[in-house]
């Protein structure tokens, strides 16, 4: 293997799990595919498909094709993407309605804010403060949506909507400023992907039935 396909590997955090690192000998990094995909509970296939898919293109640009590589690190070869890609893939899957995928953004964008703020005033934060502080962002934001989900389902259930809407009013309460409004932010997205996806399937509903006869010719 040429030695432009030689990496190093290092193991980072991300909203409370691990995702593997490589730099290359041009000393850009790479991040393995699987990692990335298991941030929001999906492989590595999930993730393969959206690359060689036209939403790819869509996200990264017309002229994109994949570049995911095969790289060697010591005696294992890894498959790894760019940061460009596992945005765009991540993206891709918060604007299906994926719950973790739009948790992971929020908490990502809080966390941006967060370390320009620090930076603006000179406040020395610890690494792994940031990395906690993101965890917890991601884990909120991830169940704030889970449980708006759960209402939306247990409208005609009294009990089960009280107990519900109960359980999303602390998360909410327990939010900080920041975490609420990339909270609504991620919320108005998954409700405009879901409204999308019923007005699909209305139609498609409406298609199967126009073009399905209801009565045998000649019969």
């Known amino acids: 293997m040429a030695d432009a396909y030689k990496a190093t590997r290092q193991i980072i955090e991300v909203a409370g799990k691990e995702v593997e690192v490589f730099q290359i000998p041009n000393g850009e990094f790479r991040y393995s595919i699987t990692s990335v995909a298991s941030l929001i509970g999906k492989g590595k296939t999930d993730a393969f498909y959206f690359f060689d898919s036209k939403a790819a293109k869509a996200l990264i640009g017309e002229d994109y094709t994949?570049?995911?590589d095969t790289y060697k690190v010591e005696r294992t070869r890894v498959s790894a993407i760019t940061d460009l890609e596992a945005n765009a893939y991540i993206t891709w899957k918060a604007q299906r309605g994926d719950k973790e995928a739009i948790a992971l953004l929020g908490a990502g964008f809080i966390e941006?804010?967060?370390r320009r703020a620090c930076t603006a005033f000179g406040v020395e934060v610890a690494e792994a403060a940031h990395e906690e502080r993101?965890?917890?962002n991601f884990e909120r934001i991830q169940d704030a949506i889970a449980y708006q989900?759960?209402?939306e389902q247990h409208r005609a259930n009294p009990d089960l909507y009280a107990?519900?809407?109960a359980k999303l009013d602390a998360t909410l309460e327990a939010m900080s400023p920041?975490?609420?409004?990339e909270y609504c932010r991620q919320e108005?997205?998954?409700r405009q992907a879901r409204n999308e996806q019923l007005k699909q399937e209305a139609i498609e509903a409406w298609d199967r039935h126009i073009n399905k006869p209801s009565y045998t010719v000649g019969r």
Request: hydrophobic share 25%; proline share 0%; aromatic share 0%.
């Open 112 to 114: 941006m804010l967060h």
């Open 66 to 68: 994949r570049t995911s």
């Open 149 to 151: 989900v759960a209402i």
């Open 163 to 165: 107990s519900t809407k």
């Open 134 to 136: 993101t965890r917890l």
């Open 178 to 181: 920041e975490e609420h409004e």
């Open 188 to 190: 108005t997205t998954r």
